[in-house]
């Protein structure tokens, strides 16, 4: 496995507790060489498939070693050097926060101003509390906003646009919570910062960032996807067969900076240096002090502490748990998008910061958190900053006591979340079985569950990860308390929180569970395009909340589960769900739509149509014309002959079990041959005919 490696010795003012001036690979060679080792064990054991890794350790004034790993394209035998491109993903929500924050050194904003001062044309549904938003909420994670919208956010081509489009279909939406009220993780603040720069500037979000944050820092490689990056100038996630996938465009710029870990080691260095990088200052000292207080702290609702989802301002923590249990004070912040995931921590008082970027092709599990942690707590233990690098602690559960009945019955139940429906039920040994709704139907999860001596339950098999139950907000909550990152630390999060009875379901939505419908307005989504999610959703019922629908997809390698409540609504069923940092992520109604004599479902942003009203193409030639909003067209495709189409933008073609057969773009395709019954997916400019010509 290959790699290649940087060491910047310049400015080399004030080398750290027992460095070697000059000579910071010296300095760090065990750091650089155990992590190193870390980095080829994931590559070659790939059970991950992550195939690129670019890393860097940096001090206030230089860089002390970066070096990149990996593969960008097998085939032609291309690796990764330093100043390869990676997404930074929600990494990005720190520039976004030192954007708004430059804005408050200069007196144009307030941050406890409401958002509607500086932007008079917000507006969300009536009789909702956003005129309340401030600009600090956008950037804790406290607004309420419903978090994401998926069309166009990671795309295949660029998207421009996304701001505007998603501020569209946030005129007509709901908040999850009242503003200021919690925290919850979400991307839909930060993207509000891209027109907020712009009213108040008259730049766009990306000039506005090159001129005031990129530029004087020098990070002169790192970009917003405005159009292809030159071949080898970024690291793609590689095919089964080590080929470059196409370049992903993240269309929320927010959240969607392209660099190198060498350039956002600058930015570092900069938070390190109370806001100045040599002889330019970007922030007040009062801003980079601001952005690194908990903001959690003074919030009406915030229940479970132990985490280290501590938001400041665009950090996803001013406390980051590994580094706290060796007694460091360090921010942190994650990213990741389809093909990225990125870790970026700063110790101030040491000095020190990490940044890890990976390309991973499946969207899930990632080596970049753990990676980070271990190289900045090497790199503090060998100059003797921390006597040594905490250890995971063997397993080993706490010592059981017997559960009553009434410890039974207080946490047995079900618990929804953003992410699924849990449930625990009572055994008769007095223990707890956990299980997941998937496929339909309850799969135990975690047997054995057992009380222990600190009043939690965990299993035998498991024992580091723990469950326990309180009340909060008039709703029982389940925390879940696990190891993360290097494991020698646990966090604990709200998992879910029970719902209330509700009434049964009226007709017209017990006519539609079990129905599924599919996505018909995406044209270039990257999770369609690379088969990282089927194009469907479905509607059901969970057994014991039967008052309440669950809409099921496939996202990122994920089954997603989320529960909806009609209430006394044909049309809508409401996001009910009120859960801080991040198991109450992304909420979002279900809207019911009469279009063309048809049921379709609004969700996400995304529109989707019934599937079994899917019309049949005829073999021959044909014209398909699309709808003047440029909705997709969906076609059941019953011949084996291959199929010539003129006049899409994209196109995908899927087998019975919706598994992608192929995809593409451009004036002219050809869909290949099919052994059997298929489903096609046509996009074209509004308005425009494709011609289908059937081959022999």
């Not at 909060?472 to 999060?493: C, I, K, N, S």
Request: charged residues 20%; aromatic residues 8%; proline residues 7%.
């Amino acid at each position: 496995m290959t790699s290649n490696s940087v060491l910047d010795s310049h400015l080399c003012s004030q080398p750290g507790r027992g460095m070697h001036p000059g000579d910071p690979q010296a300095a760090y060679a065990d750091t650089i060489s155990s992590s190193r080792a870390e980095i080829l064990k994931e590559l070659d054991g790939n059970e991950s498939r992550t195939t690129a890794v670019s890393v860097a350790l940096v001090d206030g004034e230089r860089t002390l070693w970066a070096e990149a790993f990996g593969s960008i394209d097998r085939i032609r035998g291309v690796t990764p050097t330093t100043q390869t491109l990676f997404c930074s993903a929600s990494c990005s929500k720190v520039i976004a926060a030192v954007a708004t924050m430059i804005l408050v050194d200069r007196g144009m904003v307030e941050l406890d101003a409401p958002l509607a001062r500086y932007m008079a044309d917000f507006r969300m549904a009536d009789g909702e509390p956003w005129r309340d938003i401030t600009v600090r909420m956008l950037l804790n994670h406290s607004s309420g906003l419903p978090g994401v919208h998926f069309p166009n956010v990671l795309t295949v081509m660029p998207c421009p646009g996304y701001a505007a489009q998603v501020r569209e279909m946030l005129s007509a939406e709901r908040l999850k919570h009242a503003p200021g009220e919690m925290a919850v993780y979400g991307s839909d603040g930060f993207l509000l910062v891209e027109p907020l720069v712009a009213a108040l500037t008259g730049q766009t979000y990306a000039g506005f960032v090159g001129q005031e944050i990129l530029e004087p820092l020098g990070m002169s490689r790192s970009r917003f996807a405005l159009a292809p990056f030159p071949p080898g100038g970024f690291a793609p996630t590689l095919d089964e067969a080590g080929r470059p996938e196409p370049q992903e465009y993240a269309n929320i710029f927010s959240s969607g900076l392209f660099s190198t870990p060498g350039e956002l080691g600058k930015l570092a260095m900069m938070f390190i240096n109370g806001g100045r990088l040599g002889d330019r200052r970007i922030l007040s000292e009062a801003a980079v002090a601001e952005m690194g207080r908990d903001q959690t702290l003074n919030l009406p609702f915030n229940p479970v502490t132990d985490h280290h989802a501590h938001f400041g301002l665009g950090w996803d923590g001013v406390r980051q748990g590994g580094l706290a249990a060796a007694g460091v004070k360090a921010w942190h912040k994650a990213g990741d998008a389809d093909h990225y995931h990125s870790y970026f921590i700063v110790a101030p008082d040491e000095r020190l910061a990490a940044v890890v970027m990976v390309a991973n092709r499946m969207g899930i599990g990632s080596i970049a958190i753990p990676l980070a942690e271990r190289i900045l707590l090497h790199a503090l233990a060998e100059r003797g900053s921390i006597t040594h690098v905490p250890a995971p602690p063997e397993p080993a559960a706490l010592p059981a006591v017997q559960a009553s009945d009434g410890d039974l019955a207080a946490i047995a139940g079900i618990y929804a979340s953003s992410y699924g429906v849990q449930r625990l039920d009572a055994c008769t040994d007095h223990t707890l079985t956990l299980s997941n709704f998937t496929s339909g139907g309850w799969q135990p999860a975690l047997e054995g569950l057992r009380l222990r001596q600190d009043g939690r339950f965990s299993a035998d098999s498991s024992p580091g990860t723990s469950y326990r139950v309180f009340a909060a907000a008039g709703r029982r909550y389940l925390a879940v308390r696990f190891p993360f990152g290097m494991r020698h630390y646990t966090m604990e999060l709200p998992a879910g929180h029970e719902l209330p009875p509700a009434p049964p379901l009226s007709a017209r939505w017990q006519a539609r569970i079990g129905r599924r419908w599919l996505a018909a307005s995406e044209p270039y989504s990257v999770f369609l395009a690379l088969g990282r999610q089927p194009p469907l959703i479905t509607l059901a019922t969970v057994p014991g909340l039967e008052g309440y629908v669950a809409v099921s997809l496939r996202l990122a390698g994920l089954d997603l589960m989320q529960i909806v409540h009609p209430g006394g609504s044909d049309h809508i069923a409401r996001m009910c769900l009120r859960i801080p940092i991040d198991n109450g992520w992304g909420l979002s109604d279900l809207v019911v739509e009469e279009r063309e004599g048809e049921e379709c479902l609004l969700w996400f942003g995304t529109r989707y149509r019934p599937l079994e009203t899917v019309p049949a193409l005829e073999p021959g030639r044909g014209a398909v014309t699309i709808g003047p909003e440029g909705q997709g067209e969906w076609f059941r495709w019953p011949a084996v002959a291959p199929l010539s189409l003129t006049g899409a933008r994209s196109w995908y073609l899927y087998d019975g079990g919706f598994g992608l057969r192929g995809w593409g773009m451009g004036e002219k395709a050809v869909v290949g041959a099919t052994d059997e019954g298929a489903y096609l997916l046509l996009y074209g400019a509004p308005g425009s005919d494709i011609a289908l010509t059937a081959q022999a």
